[in-house]
């Protein structure tokens, strides 16, 4: 059994019941009850194929051809503010269908990635663009019929868009990074070769990207317990791998979960550490690391007593950040409180109390400035979804869906567009999807 299957292993058995603590293992039957299957390190999503390994299936069905081709249409489409409710784009009878993440360069191209199963025992990479007017479905790059599926998107423009993800463990092949390349005409497999040479932390899971310009593209990876996170950096030719700080504990572990930028071109970092392992980890801290042009480091004046899961960049002393809630690293946590933190520069303040990982889950993050952010979640009793809005002196719930409620959902999450929209994604079932996408229109 390799690493990546002794983690899914460890991950099914885990968390039956909440320990009388702050923090529970989450198992793979809470993220059902949630409908949020799959968290930001795409482990769950490789929950789905432990079937496949177990019968050892060789993973070479044929990778399937987009059902419609995604356009980027000459005209651009005008941005509508609100809710939009489209059929989302999936190959029909797919056994099960998941969209994780968002990102596009304006409110008409916009992509959201994911995973789906054809079968139980079979996923590939979901890839579902919005021209403005309808969702169309995309098999991405051609993997050459191995299982895979995307974690994390970024889009520069409507011709220059970055997928990550991981091919899935099956059968004598091994977990490797995934990295995907939209061009405006078609997806790309693009090399990894740069991670061959951390034999010791293999197998990679890539959990986040972010992208500056055509030639500044960041992904990172997270190797497991015991080792520092790994950042990829693309010049525009080549990839070069950077160790990140080695942030472990002595009897713990410790993972970075997202990679962001904020308006000024800085990239941020944001995760954190755990005293002990599974049922009996307790939170260390949250932690952020920034690049100073040379090397990734730990910003220590920005530290927090609990990890941190989400942020959202704006300038150096305008920081947005989730902290508890899903937090993976050796395992996957539940962390409570969940909240919402501004960062001024020198100081954390909490700005929004939601309730403990039990009762709610944060899925998105997305901030202008010090007075306009949104965050959007989950209420786990009712899997209602929701959105807020802080306007620099209180929060505002927006209403849901074109009539002003949406069925019970499992929310995907929030972007700022490249040109300056902002973008929440919502979808009801797993299959015969509808996506219910939110816009707020450039200003």
């Keep these: 059994m390799n690493d990546e299957q002794k983690r899914l292993a460890e991950f099914l058995k885990a968390g039956v019941g909440d320990p009388p603590a702050r923090v529970t293992v989450q198992a793979v039957r809470r993220h059902s009850a949630r409908r949020r299957l799959v968290s930001a390190s795409g482990a769950a999503a490789a929950v789905a194929v432990v079937a496949a390994i177990g019968a050892g299936l060789s993973g070479r069905l044929a990778n399937p051809s987009p059902a419609v081709s995604p356009t980027v ?38 992509w959201a990635v ?21 969702w169309a479905y995309s098999a991405g790059a051609s993997l050459g019929g191995r299982q895979a599926y995307l974690t994390s998107v970024a889009a520069l423009a409507s011709d220059d868009v970055w997928a990550v993800g991981d091919f899935a463990s099956i059968g004598p092949r091994l977990p490797a990074p995934l990295i995907e390349h939209w061009n405006g005409r078609s997806w790309s497999l693009q090399p990894t070769r740069a991670l061959t040479r951390l034999k010791t932390a293999l197998p990679q899971t890539l959990t986040s990207v972010a992208a500056l310009a055509p030639d500044d593209v960041w992904v990172l990876g997270t190797p497991g317990s015991n080792s ?3 950042y990829l950096h693309w010049n525009g030719t080549s990839w070069k791998l950077f160790r990140g700080p080695n942030i472990g504990v002595h009897y713990g572990s410790a993972a970075m979960q997202v990679i962001a930028t904020d308006h000024r071109r800085h990239l941020w970092a944001a995760g954190g550490w755990m005293r002990r392992y599974g049922e009996a980890g307790v939170p260390g801290g949250g932690t952020v690391e920034s690049w100073n042009g040379r090397r990734w480091e730990v910003d220590r004046h920005a530290a927090w007593k609990e990890p941190l899961t989400r942020v959202s960049p704006v300038a150096p002393d305008d920081v947005w950040a989730i902290t508890g809630g899903s937090f993976t690293t050796a395992g996957t946590y539940g962390i409570s409180p969940v909240q919402v933190l501004h960062w001024n520069g020198s100081t ?11 009762s709610v889950d944060l899925t998105g993050l997305a901030a202008v400035s010090a007075d306009d952010a949104y965050v959007m979640g989950q209420d786990i009793p009712t899997q209602q979804p929701f959105i807020e809005h802080w306007d620099g002196i209180r929060w505002r719930s927006l209403p849901l869906g074109p009539t002003g409620h949406i069925p019970r959902l499992g929310s995907i999450g929030l972007t700022v567009t490249a040109d300056g929209s902002i973008t929440a994604l919502d979808t009801e079932g797993l299959t015969a999807r509808t996506n219910y996408l939110w816009l707020r229109c450039q200003h």
Excluded: M, N, T, Y
């Design 228 to 230: 520092s996170d790994v």
């Design 73 to 110: 249409s000459a005209a651009p489409v005008p941005c509508r503010p609100g809710w939009h409710a489209a059929p989302g784009a999936v190959p029909a009878g797919d056994h099960q269908d998941r969209l994780v993440a968002i990102a596009g360069s304006a409110s008409d191209d916009v």
């Design 348 to 358: 954390w303040k909490v700005e929004l109390s939601v309730g403990g990982a039990s």
């Design 114 to 134: 994911g995973d789906r199963l054809p079968d139980p025992r079979h996923v590939f990479p979901l890839l579902e663009h919005w021209d403005g007017r309808r």
